[in-house]
């Protein structure tokens, strides 16, 4: 019966030891000496070298000599598409003045934003193109992109017809997050429940009809919008049929992460400052927690999520880059799984499960991707390395040897 199935397998892994993740299992979900075989795209068997059925001379053998193999890494959070670049916020920071205080100012986002609009889109797709590539060149098979330098109708759907574009120019899977509600723009100064009205009456419904997002985020923050101002975007994303997460907690503890426990969110991002209620609140609406190392770093916080009453309230984590012009101008994942760990004291293996299954879940794609299981998606990054912690613990040395999407090698 296997060696019947074994007939439709179009390529096969030899000699692999494989980190499978599935189901944030402890230890890598770890498989030694073992096989796995793609047919159609998708994982068609996996087991020990010595269950391998005999195979057909027409299928494709890929002897990887003792590698391991993990499932496509997972870029959950990122701002990718942007105009301009902000380096000197960066020597202003250095010398004394808050991200907080530069955004009070007139900079931070809303620097970006005009930068953003000045820019064509092809100018933004030659942009973003490299940071993705960047991304790609480490492993990454999926990624979410946001809008959200942008802020007006126009610009904000030009940011999203990029990041599909960018799908179609890397063989990565894009789900695309409207962010209108990231900050303010000028011409609303004064009148921010006026460009709400603009986010959920014109551009929501613009967003949804012209199918440019998967989901629709806020930043909820002193710095930008309210729990209430949050509560409405989230209400014309679910009628029109969004899922919503949330930049929440991040510089303070506003709840809205209880808030978007309350609608069904599929992650809540940031959460420096996140309370316990909140964490309950996670918990009991699955949602996962999305880390980002690189802002914490960049911005040189000091105040750690609460990773252990995560972890004691079965919170799932993800680890994201948050790869942006302020907060986060970092596009590396490698670089993420080593601060993780070391800023964050996650192990290794959760980790890894922060940019492969919990990832996955935290874009709603995890029956799809983010584990090496039967009918998943053949996304399979190659790894050369004696250890999956290997993958955390060195950085600058890209371990990656081979990259496939969908069952075809990509690099
Ligand atoms: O995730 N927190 C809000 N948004 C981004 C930063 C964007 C920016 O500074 O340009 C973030 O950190
Ligand atoms: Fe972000």
């Given at each position: 019966m296997q060696s019947m199935l074994s007939q439709s397998w179009q390529t096969v892994f030899i000699n692999a030891n494989i980190a499978t993740m599935t189901q944030a299992a402890t230890s890598y979900g770890a498989l030694e000496n073992a096989a796995l075989a793609v047919a159609d795209g998708k994982i068609a068997w996996l087991g020990h070298m010595s269950q391998l059925p005999e195979l057909t001379a027409s299928v494709e053998v890929?002897?990887?000599?003792g590698q391991w193999l993990t499932p496509g890494l997972i870029d959950c959070h990122t701002h990718i598409v942007f105009g301009g670049h902000r380096a000197n916020e960066f020597e202003m920071r250095l010398q004394g003045a808050s991200y907080e205080q530069i955004a009070q100012s007139g900079g931070g986002i809303v620097s970006t934003v005009e930068a953003t609009r000045k820019a064509s889109e092809d100018q933004l797709f030659d942009a973003a193109l490299p940071r993705l590539s960047a991304l790609h060149s480490e492993g990454v098979t999926s990624i979410e992109i946001k809008s959200?330098?942008?802020?007006d109708v126009d610009n904000e759907l030009k940011m999203l017809k990029v990041a599909k574009r960018l799908s179609e120019a890397l063989p990565v899977r894009v789900q695309k997050t409207f962010l209108g509600a990231h900050a303010l723009p000028k011409e609303y100064k004064n009148d921010s429940d006026g460009y709400i009205d603009l986010v959920c009456d014109e551009m929501i419904p613009q967003v949804a009809e012209q199918q440019l997002a998967d989901a629709v985020d806020v930043f909820c923050e002193g710095i930008a919008f309210s729990v209430q101002q949050t509560e409405r975007v989230f209400q014309a994303a679910k009628q029109h049929g969004l899922s919503v997460k949330v930049h929440a907690e991040q510089l303070s503890d506003l709840g809205a992460t209880e808030l978007a426990a309350r609608y069904d969110a599929l992650s809540s991002d940031h959460l420096e400052y996140l309370s316990e209620s909140g964490v309950k609140a996670m918990s009991k609406a699955s949602m996962v927690a999305v880390l980002l190392p690189g802002a914490f770093y960049f911005l040189r916080e000091t105040k750690l999520p609460p990773i252990q009453m995560l972890r004691d309230n079965n919170v799932r984590m993800a680890i994201a880059s948050d790869a942006n012009p302020g907060s986060s101008p970092i596009n590396s994942i490698q670089l993420m799984l080593n601060m993780a760990c070391t800023l964050f004291r996650l192990t290794p293996n959760e980790a890894l499960a922060g940019v492969t299954c919990n990832a996955a879940r935290a874009l709603g794609i995890d029956d799809k991707v983010g584990e090496i299981a039967v009918g998943m998606e053949a996304d399979i990054a190659v790894w050369d390395?004696?250890?999956?912690?290997q993958l955390c613990y060195q950085f600058g040395v890209n371990p990656l040897t081979a990259l496939f999407k969908h069952g075809h090698k990509v690099r």
């Open positions: 890929i002897d990887v000599d959200g330098y942008g802020l390395i004696s250890q999956p912690a």
